[in-house]
């Protein structure tokens, strides 16, 4: 596509319930991202996707997160259980090869809200 | 760990120069970038620089880098209100990726 899409672009669900963030990057892009948006912790990372595979998944805050890439495109976030510090906004990004002199190009985000 | 800090808020009259500062403690950075955050958008990358260059410029931005120091500034020539938005520093650790560690971000502010 045009540019990375993130799908839904709102989420509001109660504790306790499981969500499910979907990116579709850039096509080509093997390399994709997770990045959240609160307002207590700023920017984090979450999770780097090389193809289908995630080298570098430190960021996860806790096992009640998990992410998936399937034919080197999509990927899913899930978030199990949610809680309400789980509320941000979840950006996704993705770059052509991962190499650190490249653009990222990032999505708008999903805003979730945990009531 | 790593920390990247900037100032919360800039002002500037349309016209004026805006510079935006930020530090930086991890000094293996050997890439550091500027972000723009529009409203209701995603992060837009403006620029960024290698750790071994002082400067870059790019048509009204100019980068500053100061390794001794860990800091790195922006500098918008002639602002205007369209680039009223939120400024992210960010350095990239050093992995073969871009994993980021992004700063507070500075809310610029553009008055005709």
Same mark, same amino acid.
């Not at chain 1, 307002?39 to 979450?46: D, P, T, V």
């Not at chain 1, 289908?52 to 976030?77: I, M």
């Given at each position: 596509?045009?540019?990375?899409?993130?799908?839904?672009? +709102?989420?509001?669900?109660?504790?306790?319930?499981?969500?499910?963030?979907?990116?579709?990057?850039?096509?080509?892009?093997?390399? &994709?991202?997770?990045?959240?948006?609160? &307002?207590?912790?700023?920017?984090?990372?979450?999770?780097?996707?090389?193809? +289908?595979?995630?080298?570098?998944?430190?960021? &996860?805050?806790?096992?009640?997160?998990?992410?998936?890439?399937?034919?080197?495109?999509?990927?899913?976030?899930?978030?199990?259980?949610?809680?309400?510090?789980?509320?941000?906004?979840? &950006?996704?990004?993705?770059?052509?090869?991962?190499?650190? +002199?490249?653009?990222?190009?990032?999505?708008?985000?999903?805003?979730?809200?945990?009531? | 760990?790593?920390? @990247?800090?900037?100032?919360?808020?800039? /002002? @500037?009259?349309?016209?004026? /120069?805006?510079?935006?500062?930020? $530090?930086? $403690?991890?000094?293996?950075? !050997?890439?550091?970038?500027?972000?723009?955050?529009?409203?209701?958008?995603?992060?837009? %990358?403006? $620029?960024?620089?290698?750790?071994? =260059?002082? =400067?870059?410029?790019?048509?009204?931005?100019? @980068?500053?880098?100061?390794?001794?120091?860990?800091? %790195?500034? %922006?500098?918008?020539?002639?602002?205007? !209100?369209?680039?009223?938005?939120?400024?992210?520093?960010?350095?990239? =650790?050093?992995?073969?990726?871009?994993?980021?560690?992004?700063? $507070?971000? !500075?809310?610029? %502010? @553009?008055?005709?």
């Amino acid at each position: 596509g045009a540019g990375v899409s993130q799908s839904p672009s +709102n989420k509001v669900t109660e504790k306790g319930k499981d969500v499910e963030l979907r990116c579709d990057p850039i096509s080509g892009h093997t390399a &994709l991202y997770w990045y959240r948006q609160s &307002l207590g912790q700023g920017l984090e990372f979450l999770i780097y996707f090389q193809g +289908n595979s995630a080298p570098d998944k430190s960021g &996860l805050p806790s096992d009640r997160f998990s992410a998936e890439r399937t034919g080197g495109s999509v990927s899913t976030l899930t978030i199990q259980r949610t809680q309400q510090e789980d509320s941000a906004v979840y &950006l996704c990004a993705s770059s052509l090869d991962g190499l650190r +002199n490249e653009k990222l190009f990032f999505g708008s985000g999903t805003q979730l809200s945990v009531l | 760990g790593e920390d @990247v800090e900037q100032s919360l808020f800039l /002002s @500037v009259r349309e016209g004026d /120069s805006s510079v935006i500062n930020c $530090t930086y $403690t991890d000094s293996s950075s !050997t890439y550091l970038y500027w972000y723009k955050q529009e409203p209701g958008a995603g992060l837009q %990358l403006l $620029t960024y620089i290698f750790s071994n =260059m002082d =400067m870059k410029q790019d048509q009204r931005l100019t @980068v500053l880098l100061n390794k001794k120091d860990k800091h %790195l500034s %922006l500098r918008i020539a002639d602002t205007q !209100t369209g680039d009223s938005a939120i400024y992210f520093c960010a350095e990239s =650790m050093n992995t073969g990726f871009q994993k980021l560690v992004f700063g $507070t971000g !500075t809310r610029l %502010l @553009v008055s005709p």
